[in-house]
């Protein structure tokens, strides 16, 4: 079945750029689904950041629209997360999920921790 | 934006007990509404969606009802592994909304 896996660094500076790749594996991101990336900050809710399509359609959180960017690699089966000039408030578990049937979060990733701190 | 509020915000129960979440959407969302239940240090499990369909997998007890603006979550007979954190999610319009928890803990 489809499994997602985050990866990317634990820690980053204030002012810097946040990178996360979520790694899709028995299935393909080329499928009709989106896929989508939520954050969890330590203690705090659920936080919808964006999602991408295979076909390269993005839609993301008005909240963090001027910072965020999602991609797709069809050919490495993966979609990625930037997040510009960070602060300790994007402190968060960020989670990858794909997309399913109305648009609710079928799978999610185990989610990965990432601090922001000098 | 779509705001989605969710009561209790908290909730002690027992063992067997049946319980009743509930989620209220800021404007009509149809059936566009998902419940997930979330235990400690993982990551959200889906429950429902499309307001009241199983999600392949959970357990019969868990059911959902509601569309419009009110929706529920019921449980209809605890049991120890329920005990978690629960959400609602509106999926109508971008930007998705969830609503900001309800932990259900062992009365």
């Known amino acids: 079945q489809v499994q997602l896996q985050e990866s990317g660094p634990g820690l980053v500076k204030p002012s810097g750029t946040l990178s996360l790749t979520c790694a899709v594996s028995?299935?393909?991101?080329?499928?009709?689904?989106?896929w989508t990336w939520v954050r969890q900050p330590p203690g705090k809710g659920l936080e919808w950041i964006g999602e991408?399509?295979?076909?390269?359609?993005?839609n993301y959180n008005p909240s963090l629209k001027s910072r965020v960017t999602i991609s797709g690699d069809k050919a490495k089966n993966q979609f990625s997360l930037k997040l510009n000039s960070v602060t300790a408030a994007d402190t968060a578990v960020y989670y990858c999920?794909?997309?399913?049937?109305?648009?609710?979060?079928?799978?999610w990733g185990q989610g990965t921790m990432v601090t922001v701190s000098s | 934006d779509i705001q989605m509020t969710q009561s209790p915000s908290s909730l002690s129960a027992s063992v067997g007990n049946r319980v009743t979440i509930t989620c209220r959407a800021s404007?009509?969302?149809?059936?566009?509404l998902s419940w997930y239940q979330q235990r400690p240090g993982k990551a959200p499990n889906l429950l429902i969606y499309?307001?009241?369909s199983l999600q392949s997998g959970v357990p019969s007890r868990f059911s959902g009802s509601g569309s419009g603006t009110d929706f529920t979550l019921t449980i209809s007979s605890l049991q120890p592994e329920d005990f978690a954190t629960y959400y609602c999610?509106?999926?109508?319009?971008?930007?998705?909304?969830f609503g900001q928890g309800t932990m259900l803990e062992i009365k």
């Open positions: 404007q009509s969302i149809s059936t566009y």
């Open positions: 028995g299935g393909s991101i080329s499928s009709s689904n989106w």
């Open positions: 991408i399509h295979y076909s390269g359609s993005t």
């Open positions: 999920a794909r997309v399913g049937g109305y648009r609710s979060f079928d799978i």
């Open positions: 999610q509106q999926s109508y319009s971008t930007p998705y909304s």
């Open positions: 499309a307001a009241s």
